[in-house]
């Protein structure tokens, strides 16, 4: 067994929390066991927002994701990622890392690849089901690939393949419920409901969810914590304005309170969220965003649907009473089955595998 000598890494993630926050597990798992941590991000709102909060040390470059046709703007991304490559190879030099990771976002194709020619140890994450173009480009010189799926392992045909699960943060599953209560002022013994649609938002999840809960507060009394995303934040905030026990925000960092005292979830079927909402055996109804590559969100969403942990609906067939009953469904089913929970976190599985070589 080599032990890797010098105590520096880096992580290339980018765009959506999605791919940040599997990077943020790693990152503290790393300095956790003495290693100082440099993010490679993507110069967008929403990785800069959640790289400032985080507290960790980043580097932004001016990516941003492929288009998917040939046209002016995909010339324009080669250029980026050209430059984006002479960068990373100098930063790369300059901190001077055994080991570098990419968790995804095209950030990880120019980092993963100068870390290659620098002669680093790399490692990539693939979150989903079916993996996207640039990590099954990236699995050709990666020295290893972690995935979430045991399903995805035969993407990756003649590489080393470990499934490690994806790696969700500590505090989502660490936070005690009293204390979520007090952090959100929230009204304990009353059936809550969180909703969110991904890092991102979901506009037409929003608007439906709001409809659902109108009618479901006829019957019950309910308490929703609803996370809106930038696009719609106005529109929802103003219906909610005159509803009790009903709060909206934009985006929630301590989104781990807001799981903790929620005993519903209504989200889309990104990884982080289907593995988050595994984590905590949370019952939820799944609306998988209908233009993910391949359709992964879907294929995300039976890794929680087969047990049982969730309803599917698929946005085609979305809407108010449709998630209204499947609320109802999940309301007056006592029995979710409980997994077992594992008592090694991916996270220190992957911190294992890259540091044991
Ligand atoms: C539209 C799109 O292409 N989405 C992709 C994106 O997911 P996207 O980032 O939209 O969604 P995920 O569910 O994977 O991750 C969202 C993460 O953001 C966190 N969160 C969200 C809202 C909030 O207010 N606070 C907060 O902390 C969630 O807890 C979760 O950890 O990357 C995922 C992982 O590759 C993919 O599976 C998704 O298909």
New binding site residues.
């Given amino acids: 067994m080599t032990r890797i000598a010098s105590k520096k890494i880096i992580i290339a993630a980018s765009g ?4 940040i ?1 599997p990077g943020i597990s790693l990152a503290r798992e790393f300095e956790r066991n003495g290693y100082d941590v440099t993010f490679f991000i993507g110069n967008n709102e929403t990785s800069v927002k959640i790289l400032t909060d985080s507290g960790l040390k980043y580097i932004a470059f001016n990516m941003s994701g492929m288009p998917r046709k040939f046209s002016f703007a995909f010339i324009k991304f080669l250029f980026k990622l050209a430059k984006a490559f002479l960068k990373s190879f100098c930063e790369i030099k300059k901190i001077n890392p055994d080991i570098v990771i990419g968790t ?1 976002g095209y950030i990880s194709v120019p980092a993963i690849a100068a870390a290659g020619i620098l002669g680093r140890k790399t490692y990539i994450h693939e ?2 089901a079916i993996p996207g173009a640039a990590n099954k480009l990236l699995a050709k010189i990666a020295d290893k690939v972690f995935v979430s799926f045991k399903d995805s392992v035969k993407y990756f045909k003649n590489k080393n393949v470990i499934v490690s699960g994806y790696p969700v943060r500590r505090d989502i599953v660490n936070v005690s419920k009293d204390e979520a209560l007090k952090n959100l002022n929230a009204q304990k013994d009353i059936y809550t409901v969180l909703v ?1 649609g ?3 938002g979901a506009v037409k999840l929003n608007e439906t969810a709001f409809d659902a809960l109108d009618k479901f507060s006829l019957k019950e009394k309910i308490q929703v914590f609803h ?1 809106t995303g930038s696009k719609n934040f106005a529109l929802i905030s103003e219906k909610a304005k005159n509803k009790k026990n009903y709060f909206v ?1 934009e ?3 301590n ?1 781990a309170d807001a799981y903790a005292v929620s005993d519903i979830v209504i989200c ?1 079927s ?4 289907v593995f ?1 909402l595994k984590a905590l055996n949370k019952p939820a109804v799944l609306v998988p ?1 209908p233009f ?1 590559t391949d359709n ?2 879907f294929f ?1 969403a039976k890794e929680i649907e087969k047990p049982r942990f969730a309803e599917v609906i698929e946005e085609k067939n979305l809407n108010a009473q449709s998630l209204l009953s499947a609320i109802e469904q999940i309301k007056s089913s006592k029995s979710y089955p409980v997994e077992s929970k594992s008592l090694q976190l991916p996270q220190e599985t992957i911190f294992k595998e890259i540091i044991n070589v």
């Fill in positions: 959506t929390g999605g791919h926050y995804g979150q989903n969110f991904g890092s991102l996370i925000f985006y929630m960092h989104i889309r990104g990884a982080g969220a988050e965003y993910a992964h969100q995300n």
